[in-house]
């Protein structure tokens, strides 16, 4: 069987690991009306590894990766990105790690309406005061087969290009991780496959690191690893998930106990 279970990291895995949260816990809400929506949660991605986050509606997978992205900040507990804790950092340092160090990937591609495909693309480098890497623009935008695209709007551009956009977005600034939440949720499954596959070749050839959100086991048997979250907890860890043990694991997640 492909599938194993793994041990839990240690310490020194976790100062190796691109992204890590120890002992995060964040609580939404006070008194009788609290919410845990993460209970203790530690677990470390590795570099250079595409791992899908999964579970139950409401076990915690978005509160996660928004801790771990510093778009929410934990109740306790870290999120480390390499050495740096983003529960100890202001928003003004936040900021500028999400624009410099992070790479992000929405269900609704999040470009902006009036940019061309170009200017999204190259957006949070300009922000950032960084040229791009013209190299690697040009790799990605071949890759990704929208050479003939860069000049038109998000408008004119079909769901699955838009993504690619984004995708390319993501990638182009070379980020230590890229997180992407349910990325293909809004796509038909060609197009949900070609955001896929790209993902695991970024992984394979550029050495992203990738952590991902997703519901569907399909787009999860691309992944190197699953992270499975019920009632804001670690709940198992496949590794080379196929989409039968993922599906498997689910429903005996789903399942009262
Ligand atoms: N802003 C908030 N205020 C209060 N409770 C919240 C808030 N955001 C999330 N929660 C609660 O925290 C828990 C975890 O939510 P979260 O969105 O992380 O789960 P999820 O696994 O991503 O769910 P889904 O698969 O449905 O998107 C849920 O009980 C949710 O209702």
Redesign the pocket.
């Known amino acids: 069987m492909r599938t194993q279970h793994r041990a839990d990291p240690t310490a020194e895995q976790h100062s190796l690991a691109a992204v890590a949260a120890v002992d995060l816990v964040k609580v939404?809400?006070r008194g009788d009306t609290a919410?845990r929506?993460l209970d203790g949660v530690t677990v470390g991605f590795g570099r250079a590894e595409f791992t899908a986050i999964m579970?139950?509606?409401?076990?915690?997978?978005?509160?996660?990766m928004h801790c771990l992205a510093g778009l929410d900040t934990a109740t306790s507990g870290q999120a480390m990105l390499g050495g740096t804790d983003l529960t100890r950092q202001g928003d003004r340092v936040l900021t500028k790690v999400r624009r410099e160090r992070i790479g992000f990937v929405f269900q609704s591609f999040n470009l902006l309406p009036q940019l061309t495909a170009a200017r999204n693309i190259t957006l949070p480098l300009d922000l950032a005061g960084r040229r791009p890497d013209r190299a690697l623009f040009d790799h990605l935008v071949g890759v990704l087969g929208l050479a003939d695209r860069l000049g038109h709007r998000p408008s004119e551009l079909s769901g699955g290009q838009q993504q690619r956009v984004a995708l390319a977005r993501a990638l182009v600034a070379r980020p230590e991780v890229v997180f992407a939440d349910e990325p293909t949720g809004n796509l038909d499954s060609r197009s949900g496959a070609e955001v896929l596959s790209f993902l695991r070749t970024s992984v394979r050839e550029l050495g992203q690191t990738v952590v991902m959100?997703t519901?569907d086991p399909t787009a999860a048997a691309y992944a190197d690893r699953v992270v499975l979250?019920a009632d804001?907890r670690i709940a198992g860890d496949l590794a080379q998930p196929d989409r039968a043990t993922v599906t498997e694991a689910l429903q005996s997640l789903a399942a009262p106990r």
């Open positions: 939404y809400g919410v929506a579970g139950p509606s409401g076990s915690g997978k978005s509160t996660l959100v519901h979250l804001g």
